[in-house]
């Protein structure tokens, strides 16, 4: 059954990056909806707020954060949140989300969404700060499921197990990220359709789908080429269980031009109707030096605003 938390299906739509501002308000390509960084806008009153507020006018917009460290011991950052509320009043957001992690600790922000552990204990502690967050900004938020590269030890549960009571405790919604249910599964050796299967699907609200990076022993979720067929295959799972939400692609290094962006995520139709993605040789599982593996818990910084 579809309930989306009284959210509707937007379509597919890509994150919105500085590099295809231009492109965007030259062509307005027909794109169903975007998804911003929050953290880009938040502070800014320049040209990208101003491109934004343009935008906004023609697409839906989705707010995506890096920041809230729902997971940290550190208090909540009130003075993020109000900077947070005060954007979502400015661009109307269909909904505002972020990740279940923490991003550091004694006021210091890594810039990494950090691994929390699955215990009774952590998942008290992330719930109610949920709670807290959502009476702030008035409204449900989304959480995301991020890629994790290492394991606590001291976990008691499986993270669907851990996510699903997190979902339904705090009554909030949830974005599963396809690609990250993949990579934590090879990394962990777990099974991503048992994953996908578990999820409480009516509270997914929205999709994210990304390229990662092959390094033989592991994968990371580094947002930086086309999206693998076996990452299709599972969006196909997980759209089956769900009856169907917003998708969005995600590509934040090695960003290509816009209309191989939005060609990509158009990919999702033929996945829709069980048809073959169209190949593409970067698809192909290639292996780095590990000199040149990244930081493997890096994500998305915040781009100049």
Request: hydrophobic content about 40%.
């Amino acid at each position: 059954m579809v309930n989306r938390l009284g959210h509707p299906d937007l379509g597919l739509g890509v994150g919105l990056r500085t590099v295809h501002f231009p492109y965007i308000l030259e062509h307005q390509p027909e794109v169903d909806w975007f998804e911003i960084i929050s953290e880009n806008f938040m502070d800014s009153r320049g040209r990208p707020r101003y491109v934004l507020e343009q935008i906004a006018e023609r697409y839906p917009i989705v707010m995506h954060g890096v920041s809230l460290s729902i997971g940290s011991t550190d208090p909540l950052d009130f003075d993020y949140l109000r900077r947070l509320k005060a954007l979502a009043s400015d661009v109307q957001p269909r909904w505002i989300s972020d990740h279940i992690c923490w991003t550091g600790v004694a006021g210091r922000n890594t810039h990494d969404l950090l691994p929390i552990p699955f215990t009774e204990e952590s998942l008290t502690h992330v719930v109610e700060r949920i709670r807290v967050v959502q009476d702030f900004l008035e409204q449900r938020i989304v959480m995301e499921n991020p890629s994790s590269y290492v394991t606590f030890a001291s976990s008691t549960m499986p993270e669907w197990e851990f996510v699903t009571r997190l979902a339904e405790a705090a009554d909030c919604g949830l974005l599963l990220d396809v690609n990250n249910v993949y990579v934590s599964c090879f990394n962990h050796a777990m099974d991503p359709q048992n994953f996908i299967e578990s999820l409480p699907h009516d509270r997914v609200v929205q999709f994210h789908l990304a390229g990662h990076s092959n390094y033989e022993t592991h994968l990371i979720d580094t947002h930086d080429d086309h999206v693998i067929d076996p990452v299709w295959d599972l969006y196909r799972t997980a759209r089956s269980h769900t009856g169907g939400v917003s998708t969005l692609l995600e590509w934040d290094a090695k960003i290509p031009p816009f209309p191989v962006l939005h060609a990509e995520v158009l990919k999702a139709r033929d996945a829709i109707a069980g048809r073959a993605t169209m190949p593409h040789k970067a698809e192909q599982a290639t292996t780095t030096p590990a000199s040149a593996v990244p930081h493997p818990l890096h994500h998305v910084l915040p781009e100049v605003s």
